[in-house]
């Protein structure tokens, strides 16, 4: 099995009205998909980049939900897996990616998650907030994984291991196929 990374493979994100990303360019995908031999794997694309957006702009999650399955019907045809990787401890975790990924993109991420109507609403601000959005979009992530028609697995802690990990993750693409 070839993985791709899907960066140089997957259409242009086209924001939507909403902000969020437009949903066409899943079913654009899927045919890309369906047409080669190999693995593409969209890093955070799905969920983080098409319906976390509409989670931090209040959206209701019947309307998070709608727009999940919308995607999911453009996509089921490539026969997808849903991989979600799951820290057990998100504060830990959100502290270990700022130190990793540095200044400036710590910051910028700080920032944009306290200026979210998600954050406002409850008043979070800061570090904080990034950490209390994570905690709270698991639950979402729960229920969306719970109501999706395609396969899909949850990896806990996958930086420990990040090789077993990724071996995981073919194994099941393998068997789901």
């Known amino acids: 099995m070839d993985l791709v990374r899907a960066a140089d493979r997957r259409p242009t994100s086209i924001p ?37 957006p509409l989670f931090l702009d209040g959206a209701q999650l019947a309307t998070i939900k709608d727009t999940t399955a919308d ?27 700022h130190a990793e990924r540095g200044e400036p993109w710590s910051s910028r991420s700080v920032e944009f ?9 409850r008043g979070v601000a800061g570090r904080r907030a990034v950490i ?11 229920e969306l994984i719970a109501a999706s028609t395609l396969a899909s697995m949850v990896i ?10 990724m071996e995981r993750i073919c194994a099941e693409a393998r068997t789901s196929a």
Not at 113 to 121: E, F, L, N, P, Q
Not at 156 to 165: A, K, Y
């Open 71 to 97: 995607i999911e019907r453009r996509i089921v045809a490539a026969d997808p897996l849903l991989v979600y990787l799951r820290p057990s401890d998100i504060e830990a975790a959100v502290h270990r990616v």
């Open 16 to 52: 939507a009205d909403d902000g969020a990303y437009d949903v066409a360019q899943w079913g654009v995908l899927a045919a890309q998909c369906r047409r080669g031999d190999h693995t593409v794997v969209l890093e955070a694309t799905f969920l983080q980049n098409s319906i976390l």
């Open 132 to 142: 209390e959005l994570y905690r709270t979009w698991e639950h979402v992530v729960d």
């Open 113 to 121: 998650v306290s200026a979210t109507r998600w954050a406002r609403r």
């Open 156 to 165: 806990v802690d996958p930086q420990r291991d990040r090789e077993g990990t």
